[in-house]
């Protein structure tokens, strides 16, 4: 049974879509106009069953969550929201799932609470100390509402441009112009200030200690393998890549199958049992 409702973080609502029971993921969207929760999650969660306690918001700016009054987004923000929102549903110990800008975050909230988070899965993500403002992800971030900008978005982030479809172009631009004018304020130019502020120092990093899976794809041109991922190796205590070939910086969308077995198999391991048997996540 899936579930939205609105919960109170630190005084400022937070859209939620909730599934499942048991052991508790959270699932943190990545940063393109239009993304929501339950946008990026849904299809995943529905796949995943009943047997995760799944919780996926719209991050503030994004989707029906609003910037609360006085704070201009970043980080921080997302960091101390996440951490806020799984105090407020009572949760003591959680996986982070994370996707891009998701990622960071999940990173970032494993390093500040290293109690609670217990394992994490940063997709196609954002972080590595140095990574430079790709040409692919300002444009993303630069793109208009609307049709156009919503079909130039979506070309940049799959690489099978076959799952461009009318009706995701329509969906994602509804999406879009709904939610233009928080959107605005997250990421004006010049943009490489944002991804600046998404990196994560080699000190944080260190902090994680929960197990990481990091999930990439090959043919990410948005945050590529060699500057987002691979540097990460170095930083992360305890982590592991897997690299997806034709594949863009959507896993979850280009590949769910494989994208899910991943999922199940590394969450479902009890802690320092990470490994899976050869073909449980082909």
Do not use: K
């Not at 900008?149 to 099978?160: F, K, N, P």
């Amino acid at each position: 049974m899936t579930a939205l409702r609105t919960i109170t973080v630190d005084g400022s609502p937070v859209h939620v879509m909730e599934s499942g029971t048991g052991p508790a993921v959270l699932m943190l969207h990545g940063s393109g106009p239009g993304t929501t929760g339950s946008g990026a999650w849904a299809t995943t969660a529905q796949a995943l069953g009943t047997s995760w306690h799944l919780v996926a918001p719209d991050q503030a700016g994004f989707g029906r969550t609003p910037i609360p009054a006085g704070s201009g987004g970043g980080l921080r923000l997302w960091t101390e929201q996440a951490a806020g929102l799984m105090d407020a549903l009572g949760v003591e110990h959680y996986a982070v799932v994370g996707h891009s800008m998701g990622g960071a975050v999940a990173l970032a909230l494993a390093a500040a609470r290293p109690q609670q988070v217990t394992r994490v899965v940063a997709v196609s993500t954002m972080g590595a100390p140095g990574a430079p403002l790709s040409a692919e992800l300002d444009a993303v971030w630069a793109a208009p509402a609307g049709p156009l900008g919503a079909r130039d978005m979506l070309s940049r982030l799959v690489l099978d441009q076959a799952l461009v479809t009318e009706s995701a172009v329509a969906a994602r631009a509804a999406a879009m112009r709904a939610g233009a004018a928080a959107f605005a304020s997250l990421f004006p130019p010049p943009r490489a200030r944002w991804a600046d502020e998404l990196t994560l120092s080699a000190q944080t990093l260190a902090a994680v200690r929960a197990p990481v899976l990091l999930v990439h794809g090959a043919e990410d041109r948005v945050t590529p393998l060699g500057t987002a991922a691979l540097p990460l190796l170095e930083h992360l205590a305890d982590v592991r890549l897997h690299v997806l070939g034709r594949c863009g910086h959507v896993p979850a969308l280009e590949h769910p199958h494989d994208f899910r077995r991943l999922l199940s198999c590394f969450l479902g391991r009890e802690r320092g049992h990470w490994s899976c048997r050869s073909g449980d996540a082909a």
